[in-house]
Nanobody, 117 residues
Framework: QVQLVDTGGGLVQAGGSLRLSCAVFSGSILSFNVMSWYRQVPGKQRELVAA???????NYAESVQGRFTISRDNAKDTVYLQMNSLKPEDTAVYYC??????????WGKGTLVTVSS
């Protein structure tokens, strides 16, 4: 059974940086068409933050464009989310997502990012 382990969250001051990692276990990252990061705050829907395809094409939510960068290391079966210039409104639980060609999806358990003002 494929598992996604997302790590790297923590407490950071506004303007700071964090790098999230999502490692694929019991599978290959190349099995997935798209790897993504979502985030969710209590009482709100989970929202897409950034995505990267198997070909390396990326897209970002408008709210993080220019501040966040998604990347992948196929040799390490890992996807990263580099988050710079963090704002208090970026505070959320961040979830890794992997989507197969069949549209089946897998989720990590989430990692909490807290940005203090």
């Amino acid at each position: 059974q494929v598992q996604l382990v997302d790590t790297g969250g923590g407490l950071v001051q506004a303007g700071g940086s964090l790098r999230l990692s999502c490692a694929v276990f019991s599978g290959s990252i190349l099995s997935f068409n798209v790897m993504s990061w979502y985030r969710q705050v209590p009482g709100k829907q989970r929202e897409l933050v950034a995505a990267i395809t198997i070909f390396g094409n990326t897209n970002y939510a408008e709210s993080v464009q220019g501040r966040f960068t998604i990347s992948r290391d196929n040799a390490k079966d890992t996807v990263y989310l580099q988050m710079n210039s963090l704002k208090p409104e970026d505070t959320a639980v961040y979830y890794c997502n992997a989507r197969e060609r069949s549209l089946r999806m897998y989720w990590g358990k989430g990692t909490l990012v807290t940005v203090s003002s």
